[in-house]
């Protein structure tokens, strides 16, 4: 009579049960799961690159700055009064362009001396223009209205002229003279006597 191993082992040199491998028993379990590791993959790596992407277009900026010399990118802006202002029609005359925004603190730091300055020199072949930077126009009338600026003022559709331009923030101000070329850049806000003083500097240039 034969023994029974109460340890459930078997004796020793018999073969144990054969067990399929994995997916074996479903071929296509396995290759539906194949391809969501694929899958997998591949959205991780299109991440990884997008997110490159953006760390190189940022470092970019960081290097390059605002543009600060050179032909000054041209633009047109729509002013909330119904005005139509093109860069490149203003030759002759100095031109200040300021980039700000109605929710930047140090923007507002700026807005009165800027309306002074531009009523100062107004009639002197010098035009200053305002490129509202991602605002709403509620607010940015509210802006204009509460610093009584007169110059024009409008949106940056699409930020055209901020990328044109490569801002690096709000306020940043471009001075272009009057043969259209930029002469130098304020990134933050201007304080008295700055912008007189480049005013009158491109004014007397020949």
């Known amino acids: 009579?034969?023994?029974?191993?109460?340890?459930?082992?078997?004796?020793?040199?018999?073969?144990?049960?054969?067990?399929?491998?994995?997916?074996?028993?479903?071929?296509?379990?396995?290759?539906?799961?194949?391809?969501?590791?694929?899958?997998?993959?591949i959205v991780t790596f299109?991440?990884?690159?997008?997110?490159?992407?953006?760390l190189g277009w940022g470092l970019y900026k960081s290097s390059t700055g605002p543009r600060a010399s050179g032909l000054a990118?041209?633009?047109?802006?729509q002013s909330y009064s119904g005005q139509t202002v093109t860069l490149s029609q203003l030759r002759g005359k100095v031109v200040i362009v300021?980039?700000?925004?109605s929710w930047c603190?140090?923007?507002?730091e700026e807005a009165s001396y800027l309306e002074e300055t531009w009523?100062?020199?107004?009639?002197?072949?010098?035009?200053f223009i305002g490129?509202?930077?991602?605002?709403t126009p509620e607010n940015a009338l509210a802006y204009i209205k509460e610093f009584d600026i007169t110059y024009p003022n409008g949106p940056d559709v699409g930020t055209k002229a901020a990328q044109a331009y490569r801002i690096q923030g709000v306020p940043e101000t471009f001075f272009v003279d009057k043969h259209g070329s930029l002469k130098g850049v304020q990134i933050g806000?201007?304080?008295a006597p700055e912008l007189d003083r480049k005013i009158e500097e491109l004014l007397n240039a020949d």
């Open 1 to 41: 009579m034969s023994s029974v191993d109460i340890t459930g082992e078997l004796p020793h040199g018999s073969p144990g049960p054969s067990l399929p491998a994995p997916g074996e028993a479903d071929g296509k379990t396995t290759v539906a799961e194949r391809r969501r590791v694929k899958l997998g993959w």
């Open 46 to 54: 299109s991440l990884v690159l997008a997110l490159l992407g953006l």
């Open 73 to 77: 990118p041209d633009f047109t802006i």
């Open 98 to 101: 300021n980039f700000w925004a």
């Open 105 to 108: 603190p140090p923007c507002r």
């Open 119 to 127: 009523r100062k020199y107004k009639d002197k072949d010098v035009m």
């Open 131 to 135: 490129v509202d930077w991602v605002d």
């Open 189 to 191: 806000p201007l304080k």
